[in-house]
């Protein structure tokens, strides 16, 4: 893990004398295509995690033309630069956030995937054990068909010797 660090870049040519600071505005620009990810079987928003990481660059976190030059601009450009930390460490929570949501999503596909296993593993052995048992029945039913026949065929030579 690398540690974070902010560097802030100036031409001296390009800085002012002027003592007073610029006011520069800043907000978190959204990405403007958020990532999708399909977590479910339909084609429907509740079957659909969305998330948007965001857009950041020097003048998004409001961090471009900084002038450092005299006590009052760098202490300026301190709190810039802590207001961009402050945004950026508000947005790696909202993704940490995000990235529970899809942890929490995957485990429960996990989880329904080994259920619907189970499940259709019981019903496969199910209708095995219905097929062995009729096998057993039929090849029981054949052997007792096969020993009355033997019985029967050998019926009349016993009355022959009981009559002779």
Do not use: R
């Not at 977590?39 to 003048?59: C, E, H, I, K, R």
Request: glycine share 6%; hydrophobic share 40%; net charge negative.
């Amino acid at each position: 893990m690398s540690n974070a660090s902010f560097v802030v870049n100036f031409d001296p040519s390009a800085v002012s004398a002027s003592t007073s600071p610029t006011v520069l505005s800043f907000s978190v620009v959204a990405a403007t295509n958020p990532l999708t990810f399909q977590v479910g079987p339909n084609d429907q928003p509740a079957d659909q995690v969305s998330t948007n990481l965001g857009t950041f660059n020097s003048v998004t976190l409001g961090l471009s033309n900084i002038n450092v030059v005299g006590t009052q601009n760098a202490q300026y450009g301190i709190t810039l630069a802590n207001n961009a930390l402050s945004m950026l460490t508000n947005a790696q929570g909202q993704i940490g956030a995000q990235q529970d949501q899809l942890n929490y999503t995957i485990e429960n596909l996990n989880t329904e995937n080994t259920n619907l296993q189970a499940a259709q593993s019981t019903i496969m052995d199910a209708n095995m054990a219905e097929v062995t048992s009729s096998f057993a029945k039929e090849q029981i039913l054949q052997q007792t068909g096969l020993q009355a026949l033997a019985s029967a065929n050998s019926l009349p030579g016993m009355v022959l010797k009981i009559l002779g």
